[in-house]
């Protein structure tokens, strides 16, 4: 397996988040915090044991509480300075899952698998430690994300430096997460995309809102090398030259793919066997071949 990510410097950047939370920059964290738990409202089912895995400040598993759809949540982080006196965390690395097989009804996934060197791997986890027909609910930054600013750094450093290392981390496709869902076991597979664009007043607002919530370049191929003043001010430049609007502020795209999957049961519906249809396809789209018709 060919490793993308420094897991140590992962945690460190979010452990350094937890200073530079300000006001508003969990924007991104407290919008995913709310979807998962429109999703998880109109499921069917109390959840007795639930997870957050990864939760940061944990907005995600306050959210889904507040639904009523669940018992009891436990918190896993890779710091226990992200919990709080009324709820605790456990402490674990980031790649992963500190549960026992078949343990838990419900597994909150807020904005941390994209972070991962072994995705498949945890998805794996994650399968496993839930019980028979549990749930999976899982939020992923896509493709499209933080695209603006990964164009306008590639530009820049290309211009000064006459190369570019990699500065904003890849972004899997929403197919490629549905793939992956179905490698892990998982039955029943649900997946949709959200695109969000956020407006900032310049490019170091962005930057700055990026480090706030632990975003901060984790590749182990960044480059080492200390950049000038002249190439940020550049990639401001080139930012506020593509993608900023009338009124000058800048643009920046996030893509979030929601996946929900669970594990599986025998109740659960199962597709029907090749060969088993009652009526070919053709007759059922062509009216004037249906059955009732005279």
């Given at each position: 397996?060919?490793?993308?990510?420094?897991?140590?410097?992962?945690?460190?950047n979010?452990?350094?988040?937890?200073?530079r939370?300000?006001?508003?920059?969990?924007?991104?964290?407290?919008?995913?915090?709310?979807?998962?738990?429109d999703?998880?409202?109109?499921?069917?089912?109390?959840?007795?044991?639930?997870?957050e895995?990864?939760?940061?400040?944990?907005l995600?598993a306050?959210?889904?509480?507040?639904?009523g759809k669940?018992?009891?949540?436990r918190r896993?982080?890779?710091?226990?300075?992200?919990?709080e006196a009324?709820?605790?965390?456990s402490?674990?690395?980031?790649?992963?899952?500190?549960?026992e097989?078949q343990s838990?009804?419900?597994?909150?996934?807020p904005?941390?698998?994209?972070?991962?060197?072994?995705?498949?791997?945890?998805?794996?986890?994650?399968?496993?430690?839930?019980k028979p027909?549990?749930?999976l609910?899982a939020?992923i930054?896509g493709a499209g994300?933080?695209?603006?600013?990964?164009?306008?750094?590639l530009?820049?450093e290309t211009?000064?430096?006459?190369?570019?290392?990699?500065?904003?981390?890849p972004?899997?496709?929403?197919?490629?997460?549905?793939?992956?869902?179905q490698?892990a076991?998982?039955a029943?597979?649900?997946i949709?995309?959200?695109?969000?664009?956020?407006?900032y007043?310049?490019?170091?607002?962005?930057?700055?809102?990026?480090?706030?919530m632990g975003m901060?370049?984790?590749?182990l191929?960044?480059?080492?090398?200390?950049?000038?003043?002249?190439f940020f001010?550049?990639?401001?430049?080139?930012?506020?030259?593509?993608f900023a609007?009338?009124?000058g502020?800048?643009r920046?795209?996030?893509?979030?793919i929601f996946?929900s999957?669970?594990?599986?049961?025998?109740?659960?519906q199962k597709?029907?066997?090749?060969?088993?249809?009652k009526?070919?396809?053709?007759?059922?789209?062509?009216?004037?071949?249906?059955?009732?018709?005279?």
């Amino acid at each position: 397996m060919n490793e993308l990510f420094d897991e140590a410097l992962i945690a460190r950047n979010r452990a350094r988040a937890l200073t530079r939370n300000g006001p508003g920059s969990d924007f991104l964290l407290e919008l995913t915090a709310r979807e998962l738990a429109d999703r998880l409202s109109i499921v069917q089912r109390h959840f007795d044991d639930a997870v957050e895995l990864f939760g940061a400040t944990g907005l995600a598993a306050k959210a889904a509480m507040a639904t009523g759809k669940i018992g009891a949540l436990r918190r896993v982080e890779t710091h226990a300075g992200f919990g709080e006196a009324e709820s605790p965390v456990s402490v674990s690395s980031y790649e992963s899952v500190p549960l026992e097989p078949q343990s838990v009804n419900l597994i909150l996934s807020p904005l941390s698998l994209h972070l991962t060197n072994d995705t498949p791997g945890m998805l794996i986890q994650m399968r496993r430690a839930l019980k028979p027909d549990g749930l999976l609910l899982a939020a992923i930054p896509g493709a499209g994300t933080l695209a603006e600013l990964r164009e306008v750094l590639l530009a820049a450093e290309t211009e000064i430096y006459g190369g570019a290392s990699p500065r904003v981390i890849p972004f899997a496709d929403i197919r490629d997460i549905g793939s992956l869902l179905q490698r892990a076991g998982f039955a029943l597979p649900v997946i949709d995309e959200e695109s969000f664009t956020v407006r900032y007043d310049h490019i170091f607002a962005l930057m700055r809102d990026l480090k706030a919530m632990g975003m901060a370049n984790p590749l182990l191929g960044r480059s080492r090398k200390p950049v000038s003043r002249k190439f940020f001010l550049r990639a401001a430049e080139l930012y506020a030259e593509r993608f900023a609007d009338v009124d000058g502020r800048i643009r920046a795209s996030f893509s979030i793919i929601f996946v929900s999957g669970w594990a599986p049961h025998e109740s659960q519906q199962k597709p029907m066997k090749p060969g088993s249809a009652k009526m070919r396809l053709a007759d059922a789209l062509d009216p004037s071949r249906r059955a009732d018709q005279p």
